[in-house]
């Protein structure tokens, strides 16, 4: 018996052992995730002007854009970079993406037209800095923290900082990826009556977002 005994003493010293590494991993896993934090919070603090605000949401729309994402990677590696290999480089800096926009939306709100327009004379730079939010929002595939963010985009729709069509198009594929498929219509029909349309499949209440608006 004495073997046995001997045998389970190891077994049970080693299980000690494995488990305080685990939590010990955990420790410095949490650990780490907390100081990744601290330092988007600091970043989006010192955002004290339009034109960082700007500048930010601008390198957000690199950082979680797949075009502007090639274009970095073969000015980086060359023409004919394997893309395949550097896929999980982009899903990396997706998810940064998305941290540091949720940390900027709790922060300051939706970007304004004082941000949109400040210091800029590209017109297709204002155009990123409009979509950057639904595009980095979408990209999570988490169609509850987009349902989420309804109101934030609504009073932006509303104030004229995010375009009805892009609007619509955040709606229709939370449509498709809650109800199934998108909203239809026969014959043609307008943003205003797509965005309707999408405004009762997907149950949202726009009387309580108007009286929210008048707070």
Partial sequence: MRPIHNLLLLLLFSLHFFLLGCKEESHNSQSSLSSSDEVIRAEIKALTTDSLKKDFIDKLWVESNYGDFIDTMKIKYGENV????KMELYREANKKAQEKLAVYLKEYGFPDSS?????????????????????????????????????????????????????????????????????????????????????????????????????
Avoid at 82 to 85: K, S
Wanted: net charge negative.
């Fill in 82 to 85: 394997d893309l395949g290999d």
């Fill in 115 to 215: 941000v949109v327009y400040a210091y800029d004379t590209e017109p297709y730079r204002w155009h990123k800095t409009r979509y950057v939010v639904t595009s980095v929002l979408g990209a999570t595939g988490d169609f509850d923290l987009m349902m989420d963010y309804i109101p934030m985009l609504y009073k932006a729709y509303k104030k004229g900082d995010l375009p009805e069509g892009r609007f619509a198009d955040f709606l229709q594929r939370i449509h498709q990826g809650t109800v199934g498929g998108r909203v239809e219509f026969d014959g043609p029909f307008t943003t205003q009556e797509e965005l309707l349309g999408l405004f009762q499949g997907l149950d949202i209440n726009t009387d309580a977002l108007d009286v929210q608006l008048m707070e």
